[in-house]
Structure formats: structure tokens, C-alpha cells
């Protein structure tokens, strides 16, 4: 189970490491808006965070999900 906690904060690590591209592209997002022209692969690559965030969410919520059902049938395990 420690290792899919392990994978759980590996996972969240990527998580921030796409926020804070977001975060740091804000501005870029910004300015578009304004009238300026931005690098096109900003956005992709904005896109492509969004995207990331929202996958690894995912499988978080797999994993966590993982983590009940073995901890669900060790305390069975225990009962019996």
C-alpha cells in the first residue's frame, strides 16, 4: 500500500509542476486577450497541462480508490 501512496504523491508532484506552468503562462493568456499575439505553442502547451491535470486526477482517484478496497479486505482478512 506504500507504494501506491508513493505513486499517489508522484503523481500529485506532476500535478503542480502543470499548475505552475499554467500559473507562470497566465499573463501570456492575458495579453492574447489584449490584442497581442502569443507563441502558439503556449497554448498547446497550456492545453496540454489542462489535459495532464485532469488525467492524473484521474488515476488518483483509481488508485485511492485501490487503497479502500485492500484496506476493505485486509480488515476482513482480520475479522476472520
Known amino acids: 500500500m506504500e507504494d ?6 508522484e ?8 499548475k505552475a506552468y499554467l500559473k ?4 501570456k493568456i492575458i495579453k492574447k486577450y489584449e490584442g497581442y499575439e ?8 497550456r492545453e496540454a497541462a489542462r489535459n495532464g491535470i485532469n ?8 488508485i485511492e480508490a485501490e ?3 485492500i484496506s476493505a ?3 476482513q482478512e482480520e475479522v476472520l
Do not use: C, F, S
Not at 501506491?4 to 504523491?9: A, T
Not at 503523481?11 to 502543470?18: C, F
Not at 502569443?38 to 502547451?45: A, H, K
Not at 488525467?55 to 483509481?62: F, G, M
Open 73 to 75: 479486505l485486509e480488515e
Open 38 to 45: 502569443i507563441e502558439e505553442d503556449v497554448m498547446q502547451q
Open 11 to 18: 503523481k500529485q508532484g506532476q500535478i503542480l509542476a502543470h
Open 24 to 27: 507562470a503562462t497566465d499573463y
Open 67 to 69: 487503497i479502500i478496497e
Open 4 to 9: 501506491l501512496q508513493k505513486l499517489i504523491n
Open 55 to 62: 488525467q492524473l486526477e484521474i488515476e488518483i482517484r483509481e
